[in-house]
């Protein structure tokens, strides 16, 4: 099997390089070569940058699949697809849940849910331009290729490596102990999947020759942030009390895995047709201990999100009394 991932040196892109590479496929990594350049050393590199739209070196070359973990605007598909041309066998494209409408969203939702309307021409990446942008670019995927088009909507992804710092701040922040400050509501759905299990799921579509899409979260049964909370304290072996606070104490621009809306249905995806297509599920348990080994392996540097030991020491005690 030869796969071509347009990125891959980075959390989720890392780690299928990493099981594809394991699983004996030929591996060839197209980016700007400015992130972790000395992973993968068996892999073919190829070097690009999507932002300025060079990819010669995508123009000679054939793969059985395209893996593109790093197209944001409907531009950088297009011109993947053309350098590409006929030289891939099937388009997997790493998209995201915010690509559905919220209004009248309900829980168990599946992958016929509703999209937002595309969005072509917006230059930056926010709140509102982010879900179009990734429906313009499924679009795009699937008008060009048609049956040899995946489309896998992650939720939030953790693992060792995880650059987007969810469920690493609560991982280190359990193994403390103690009271713990939350902006938000702990019966909050969370839906949690393991960058490993992604990876395996990937290459499994990629495989099977699998078309549609396909929403690939987890854990396998139900979680809610306070569950998430205590499944790290387990295995850190530490007590906690989850303590709620006002959720404008949170710093911007986001607090790791806590919603605005908590209790919206957008955390409680139905993950049948993953799970059907092979889907693995790695138990909660086993994610957040290797994550925290992971986290403290590397010496636990600042995240840059959520509370500093000294601001939530301030909030618990303004806003929870104290004690």
């Known amino acids: 099997m030869r796969i071509l991932l347009l990125g891959g040196t980075s959390f ?8 594809a590479l394991h699983s004996g496929a030929d591996v060839t990594l197209f980016n700007r070569g400015r992130t972790n350049p000395g992973l993968f050393p068996s892999a073919t590199r190829l070097t690009g940058d999507r932002d300025t739209g060079d990819y010669s070196a995508l123009r ?49 939702s599946d992958e016929s849910t509703p999209r937002r309307a595309p969005l072509q021409d917006a230059e930056d990446l926010d709140e509102e331009t982010y879900g179009r942008l990734k429906v313009a670019c499924e679009d795009e995927v699937v008008a060009r290729y048609g049956e040899r088009a995946t489309i896998v909507r992650p939720g939030k992804v953790a693992g060792p490596h995880d650059d987007q710092r969810g469920l690493t701040y609560w991982a280190r922040r359990a193994a403390r102990g103690g009271r713990i400050a939350l902006p938000g509501r702990p019966e909050q759905p969370v839906q949690v999947v393991d960058s490993r299990d992604l990876a395996r799921f990937v290459l ?8 549609g899409a396909f929403h690939a979260v987890g854990p396998a049964e139900p979680v809610t942030l306070g569950g998430v909370i205590a499944t790290c304290a387990e295995v850190a072996g530490t007590e906690v009390e989850v303590v709620p606070v006002p ?24 993950a049948s047709r993953a799970r059907a297509a092979g889907l693995p599920t790695t138990p909660l348990a086993v994610t957040a201990a290797d994550v925290l080994a992971w986290d403290r392996d590397r010496g636990a540097p600042p995240l840059g999100h959520g ?9 618990l005690a303004e806003h929870a009394g104290g004690h």
């Open 60 to 108: 000679s070359g054939s793969w059985d699949a395209v893996v593109d973990l790093s197209g944001f605007f409907p531009r950088q598909v297009t011109e993947a697809m053309e350098a590409l041309g006929d030289s891939v066998g099937r388009y997997l494209f790493i998209s995201s849940h915010a690509v559905y409408e919220r209004a009248g969203l309900a829980p168990g």
């Open 247 to 270: 959720p404008e104490t949170a710093p911007p621009p986001f607090f790791p895995l806590v919603r605005e809306k908590p209790l919206w249905p957008g955390q409680q995806r139905d």
């Open 307 to 315: 509370f500093t030991p000294e601001d939530e020491a301030r909030i």
């Open 204 to 211: 499994r579509l990629v495989e099977d020759e699998r078309p």
């Open 12 to 19: 989720i892109g890392r780690t299928i390089a990493d099981e």
